[in-house]
């Protein structure tokens, strides 16, 4: 009863623990009785190898590189030529150490472990003897395990390991009618597969990768957004800027490009001479310049709002205002913003 207690308490202590990560298990086992009579030792022929097997498939939880528990639940058997045939269904939690932490299996990544293995279990077995027991005996066992085991890395996510176990039975009738003066004992010759079933990481770490994971796709979003508002102040440039006409293009006379007389950002101001007389007053800003009246209206036309034409006969050309200022200062202000949009203006006294 105290070994069901402790081996309850085992699986407990298994399946509540938050650290390490879990791996599925199955292995499979070669059986030899070490009790009176002893199981047959004849492995050479295939029903000895049958009738003395098993298999077994659980979880293991590794908690550190250096420990690691397994609770499995099987089925095995062993016999004797003429004598009986047990069938045992264990359940077992085994605990594994390893003793070599410097042998190629401290620290992460690395491929080799060799263990230390103890653990208990309790057995349901079911004997059959001829003449004695023919339908055969159930009860149940409790036993202990100690052994050693060799992992191997073999793949990112799995782990081969084969060794041996020699569990020791409370009770003695692994074989009826008992026999001799000791308990029987089960060698057993294994070989296991693990695969991971998650990366390793701790609750604390894959908090924190979340964490992370929340800020860069948080960052992501506000780049999306960013890159929207781009692509949309581009277009809205382009737009402005289809809808500019170049004043001198397939044009050869270039006389009324900006010169030193016009005012630019050096200040100066063209005399009163150089433009039609007009009754507007101010300081315009000049976005085009064309030969066609046509040109010039169409454009002024287009934009709209305060844009005018003003006639420049002396120079034989038309030129378009996009508005017209009290002040230099304003006019300026503004052209310096117009550049972006219309490339080429200046700043004419009318």
Request: proline share 3%; with cysteine.
């Amino acid at each position: 009863m105290k070994l069901n207690i402790t081996l309850l308490f085992a699986f407990c202590s298994l399946f509540l623990n938050a650290q390490g990560y879990w791996s599925f298990l199955t292995s499979v086992e070669e059986v030899v009785l070490l009790g009176s009579p002893p199981s047959s030792s004849n492995f050479t022929g295939l029903k000895d190898l049958a009738t003395n097997s098993g298999i077994r498939t659980g979880f293991n939880r590794t908690f550190t590189e250096a420990f690691s528990i397994e609770a499995t639940l099987g089925v095995s058997g062993i016999s004797s030529s003429n004598t009986h045939i047990t069938k045992i269904v264990p359940v077992e939690v085994i605990g594994h150490y390893n003793v070599l932490p410097e042998f190629n299996g401290g620290s992460k990544g690395k491929t080799m472990k060799f263990n230390v293995d103890f653990g208990v279990g309790s057995s349901l077995v079911r004997t059959t003897v001829p003449g004695y027991s023919n339908l055969g005996n159930f009860s149940f066992s409790e036993n202990l395990s100690i052994g050693a085991s060799l992992d191997l890395k073999v793949i990112s996510n799995g782990t081969l390991s084969f060794g041996y176990r020699q569990t020791m039975y409370v009770d003695d009738f692994i074989e009826a009618p008992v026999s001799g003066d000791k308990n029987n004992a089960l060698g057993r010759f294994f070989t296991s597969i693990r695969w991971n079933l998650n990366d390793g990481s701790s609750s604390k770490q894959r908090a924190e990768l979340n964490d992370e994971i929340a800020k860069a796709d948080a960052l992501a979003a506000e780049l999306k957004n960013a890159k929207a508002k781009s692509n949309a102040m581009e277009k809205a440039i382009l737009q402005l800027k289809s809808m500019k006409q170049e004043p001198l293009e397939n044009e050869e006379d270039v006389s009324d490009m900006p010169s030193d007389t016009t005012v630019i950002s050096n200040g100066e101001i063209v005399t009163a001479a150089e433009i039609q007389e007009s009754t507007i007053r101010g300081y315009a800003i000049i976005i085009a310049s064309y030969k066609s009246e046509e040109l010039a209206k169409s454009l002024a036309l287009e934009l709209g709002n305060t844009t005018r034409v003003i006639a420049v006969p002396e120079l034989g050309r038309f030129r378009v205002a996009y508005d017209v200022y009290d002040t230099y200062q304003d006019a300026k202000k503004f052209q310096e913003e117009l550049v972006l949009d219309f490339g080429n203006c200046w700043i004419v006294n009318l």
